[in-house]
T-cell receptor, first 120, second 114 residues
């Protein structure tokens, strides 16, 4: 299957600092990437859809100024948690959909390994 | 509204036995895709199997098979000959024909006992 690399896998930061998480598709081009947040023992919650060369589409309730998304190339999307606070501590995971026929429910999303963010 | 329901929060299964993880879904779409993902304790989401709503045959991938019953709107995952490494969280998910959003169920935590 396709490989999605996410970095870093674990980050600890002080309150008020910003943290950048990278999501790369290694062996395919991804016009669309997704960012999820997962609380302990819960399912994935979609935060935003990242489209190459355009602004991200945020889900309702997600602060776009706090969670900055940049999809600068067909293989890289970044999520920056600005002015992080302890309540932002969570597991963040990205996924990527390969470029192709969009009219197909089989466009599989491949996931990165996730980033565990701890804000002190 | 589209919804995925996984009614088993946790399951314990003896090694080498087969296991069925339940998943039902609700959608008014005629065309959609169903997925199963595995999430081990490391956190990564591993794609296991896909079933299209118009696929006539149940999907199979190695030890994984999807028991698709469209009229009942169920898409149960069957793991044959379970192994210790199958212990993980399993998520059922659905994607409509149009659009990129995937809807996930709440997951089932599977424990394989030696």
């Amino acid at each position: 299957g396709a490989v999605v690399s996410q970095h870093p896998s674990w980050v600890i930061c002080k309150s008020g600092t910003s943290v950048k998480i990278e999501c790369r598709s290694l062996d395919f081009q991804a016009t669309t990437m997704f960012w999820y947040r997962q609380f302990p023992k819960q399912s994935l919650m979609l935060m935003a859809t990242s489209n190459e060369g355009s602004k991200a589409t945020y889900e309702q309730g997600v602060e776009k100024d706090k969670f900055l998304i940049n999809h600068a190339s067909l293989t890289l999307s970044t999520l920056t948690v600005t002015s992080a606070h302890p309540e932002d501590s969570s597991f963040y995971i990205c996924s990527a959909r390969a470029t192709g026929n969009p009219v197909s429910s089989k466009n599989i999303q491949y996931f990165g390994a996730g980033t565990r963010l701890s804000v002190l | 509204a589209q919804k995925i329901t996984q009614t088993q929060p946790g399951m314990f299964v003896q090694e080498k036995e087969a296991v069925t993880l339940d998943c039902t879904y609700d959608t008014s779409d005629q065309s959609y895709g169903l997925f199963w993902y595995k999430q081990p304790s490391s956190g990564e989401m591993i794609f296991l199997i896909y079933q299209g709503s118009y696929d006539e045959q149940n999907a199979t991938e190695g030890r994984y098979s999807l028991n698709f019953q469209k009229a009942r709107k169920s898409a149960n995952l069957v793991i044959s000959a379970s192994q210790l490494g199958d212990s993980a969280m399993y998520f059922c998910a659905m994607r409509p024909l149009i659009g990129d959003k995937i809807i996930f169920g709440k997951g089932t935590r599977l424990h394989i006992l030696p």
